[in-house]
């Protein structure tokens, strides 16, 4: 104790560096919707959902009206969503790690309002929501 208080700027230096190097890890990847919430936007209107799993999670059950871009191929694809900028876009995956990253990609290309839906496509079906395959 008598360390920290005799050299309280160097140990107030080493605590302010270790938060600025978790920061990025612990601050939210992105908007993110429960499925209650991405419910209320698709009823809205104007939403389009875009699924970034693989072709093989894709056809075990996947959102009504979801268009499958796997997140490897979301870079080359992202201009077969050029015409949806204006619209709602939420993104979804299996436990939302992957939905986060195309979230961020979108956001860099320029699209606006976008979402994640939280914790994926587990999270909507354990909330009873209707899957099509």
């Known amino acids: 104790m008598k360390f920290i208080l005799d050299h309280i700027f160097v140990v107030a230096i080493a605590v302010a560096s270790g938060i600025a190097l978790l920061w990025p890890a612990l601050r939210p990847a992105g908007r993110r919707a429960t499925p209650l919430q991405v419910t ?26 979801a268009k499958n871009i796997p997140l490897a191929d979301l870079a080359n694809r992202i201009g077969e969503l050029d015409k949806s900028k204006n ?4 993104v979804v995956c299996q436990a939302g790690a992957r939905s986060d990253k195309a979230v961020r990609q979108l956001a860099a290309a320029g699209f606006e309002d976008v979402w994640s839906l939280d914790g994926g496509v587990s999270a909507w079906q354990a909330a009873g929501l209707p899957v099509t395959k």
């Open 40 to 65: 209320q936007l698709i009823n809205r209107g104007k939403t389009v959902v875009l699924d970034v799993r693989n072709a093989d999670e894709f056809s075990g059950g996947h959102l009504r009206d």
């Open 87 to 90: 619209r709602t876009i939420v």
